[in-house]
């Protein structure tokens, strides 16, 4: 018997780009629910655009890559982003009739996931007000950088930036040097867990009641609630916390520290007088650990560039996992900085099943992640090759909204489907 999964019978519009929009489609698609991509070669997700191809695969599929279109199925981004069923269909909604078939696949859907600017859809006749007389009972989820409303809902909003203005550089990075970003997209894998619970809300709510509702997310927003105890303390205390590099206020030694090897690492914190016993005990209770300004917490924060120094001339005598091992044994919070060779490799994520090897028809076999965040006890997330551009638009057309052929082929000479 085959295995019933939550979202099993829902049917979801993913007309995203980019990040945050296609995650939170996923979230739904891992878990049985039929989502059509929406896509045009025209304006192509920027995902399927650049990123670097395995030279052996270029060479493999030179002909293929002539051709523009096929050439947006070897972005590596969409792949990694994509990694789950869904069903392609391609639309120029600058097509007059494209916008009618849409009109009819959002009279056919119970969610609709959009990332675009404010006032992108509206000009097509396909905003909230618009969409909600055609489909009373369907869920509109809208993320975007800034939201749909206030000053700044008109700017396209992009994960480098948004990241940007929540706050996350001014508090990454060393007081003598420019912030260090985190990430370039860091609030591009925040937001999702937002609006994933915002949906999966909306959705019981829509099978209890048979109403619909539009979801407006600010993805500026959900990146600033992970910074809710700074944002506090400013209100507080008007206390702004300063780049500090890798120290604590509240611990030390903290920080990563340099081991055996090329370029490896080991993170260790230390917070309370017991732990530093036990930190003590395993670098061996040299001499310097008994020095008195390093005899309280208050004292090993103050002079915790002298510490530091120490602490490193003891990892760099051993491997980062050697470090971790140790300090773990004794109960002081240490972890190896991990590369991605090394998470492929990390034998937990192996017995959580983390990694899934999918043939992509173009990139070859692709290791991919399960959904993150969660998972679920009694089913299964499925896992699936990427979806190409506009794969399934004729059956789409076809066998779910019942455009007759004669119709379609017209439509389709007629750059609908573009």
Same mark, same amino acid.
């Given at each position: 018997?085959?295995?019933?999964?939550?979202? @099993?019978?829902?049917?979801?519009?993913?007309?995203?780009?980019?990040?945050?929009?296609?995650?939170q489609?996923?979230?739904l698609a891992y878990?049985?629910?039929m989502?059509?991509?929406?896509?045009?070669?025209?304006?192509?997700?920027?995902?399927?655009?650049?990123?670097? $191809?395995?030279?052996? $695969?270029?060479?493999?599929?030179?002909e293929?890559?002539?051709?523009?279109?096929?050439?947006?199925?070897?972005?590596?981004?969409f792949?990694v982003?994509?990694?789950?069923?869904?069903?392609?269909?391609?639309?120029?909604?600058n097509?007059?009739k494209?916008?009618?078939?849409?009109?009819?696949?959002?009279?056919?859907a119970?969610?609709?996931?959009e990332?675009?600017?404010?006032?992108?859809?509206?000009?097509?006749?396909?905003?909230?007000?618009?969409?909600?007389?055609?489909?009373?009972?369907?869920?509109?989820?809208?993320t975007?950088?800034?939201?749909?409303?206030?000053?700044?809902?008109?700017?396209?909003?992009?994960?480098?930036?948004?990241?940007?203005?929540?706050?996350?550089?001014?508090?990454?990075?060393?007081?003598?040097?420019?912030?260090?970003?985190i990430?370039?997209?860091?609030t591009?894998h925040l937001?999702?867990?937002?609006?994933?619970?915002?949906?999966?809300?909306?959705?019981d709510?829509?099978?209890?009641t048979?109403?619909?509702?539009?979801?407006?997310?600010?993805?500026?927003?959900s990146?600033?609630?992970?910074?809710?105890?700074?944002?506090? @303390?400013?209100?507080?205390?008007?206390?702004?916390l300063?780049?500090?590099?890798?120290?604590? #206020?509240?611990?030390?030694?903290?920080?990563?520290?340099?081991?055996?090897?090329?370029?490896?690492? $080991?993170?260790?914190?230390?917070q309370?007088?017991?732990?530093?016993?036990?930190?003590?005990?395993?670098?061996?209770?040299?001499?310097?650990?008994k020095?008195?300004k390093?005899?309280?917490?208050?004292?090993?924060i103050?002079?915790?560039?002298?510490?530091?120094k120490?602490?490193?001339?003891w990892?760099?005598?051993?491997?980062?996992e050697?470090?971790?091992?140790m300090?773990?044994k004794?109960?002081?919070?240490?972890?190896?900085v991990?590369?991605?060779q @090394?998470?492929?490799?990390?034998?937990?994520?192996?017995?959580?099943?983390?990694?899934?090897?999918?043939?992509h028809?173009?990139?070859?076999?692709?290791?991919?992640?399960?959904p #993150?965040?969660f998972?679920?006890?009694?089913?299964?997330?499925?896992?699936?090759?990427?979806?190409?551009?506009?794969?399934?638009?004729?059956?789409?057309?076809?066998?779910?909204?019942?455009i007759?052929a $004669?119709?379609y082929?017209?439509?389709?000479?007629?750059?609908?489907?573009?």
């Amino acid at each position: 018997m085959e295995e019933k999964r939550p979202f @099993d019978g829902l049917k979801v519009l993913d007309f995203t780009w980019g990040g945050v929009g296609p995650f939170q489609a996923n979230f739904l698609a891992y878990y049985g629910a039929m989502v059509v991509r929406i896509e045009s070669a025209a304006r192509p997700d920027v995902t399927r655009q650049g990123g670097n $191809v395995n030279p052996h $695969v270029l060479a493999k599929f030179a002909e293929e890559l002539k051709d523009p279109k096929k050439r947006l199925e070897f972005g590596p981004a969409f792949a990694v982003t994509h990694p789950v069923k869904k069903y392609g269909m391609s639309l120029n909604l600058n097509n007059p009739k494209a916008v009618e078939v849409f009109k009819q696949l959002a009279k056919w859907a119970d969610v609709f996931v959009e990332s675009f600017t404010t006032g992108t859809l509206e000009r097509k006749g396909l905003g909230w007000e618009d969409l909600k007389k055609i489909n009373p009972r369907l869920i509109m989820h809208r993320t975007c950088g800034y939201g749909h409303t206030g000053s700044m809902a008109s700017q396209p909003g992009y994960g480098q930036t948004v990241t940007s203005l929540t706050g996350f550089y001014t508090i990454t990075g060393w007081p003598d040097r420019l912030p260090v970003p985190i990430s370039s997209f860091y609030t591009d894998h925040l937001s999702p867990l937002f609006g994933g619970l915002a949906l999966m809300a909306a959705i019981d709510y829509q099978q209890r009641t048979g109403k619909g509702q539009c979801i407006d997310q600010s993805q500026i927003e959900s990146g600033i609630n992970y910074l809710s105890p700074l944002v506090l @303390d400013y209100s507080a205390n008007q206390r702004d916390l300063a780049l500090r590099g890798n120290s604590s #206020p509240c611990a030390a030694p903290h920080g990563a520290y340099r081991c055996q090897g090329n370029d490896r690492w $080991v993170a260790i914190t230390v917070q309370t007088d017991q732990e530093w016993e036990s930190f003590c005990k395993v670098v061996g209770n040299p001499p310097w650990t008994k020095d008195v300004k390093f005899g309280t917490l208050t004292g090993r924060i103050k002079n915790s560039e002298d510490l530091d120094k120490y602490v490193n001339k003891w990892t760099e005598k051993h491997t980062a996992e050697q470090v971790m091992t140790m300090m773990q044994k004794e109960g002081v919070a240490a972890g190896v900085v991990a590369t991605a060779q @090394d998470s492929e490799a990390d034998p937990q994520l192996a017995a959580y099943d983390f990694f899934h090897e999918i043939e992509h028809p173009y990139l070859g076999k692709q290791k991919f992640f399960h959904p #993150p965040a969660f998972t679920l006890s009694d089913a299964k997330a499925e896992v699936h090759q990427p979806v190409q551009l506009g794969e399934h638009t004729e059956y789409i057309c076809k066998d779910v909204l019942g455009i007759p052929a $004669v119709e379609y082929d017209r439509m389709k000479k007629e750059g609908v489907f573009d």
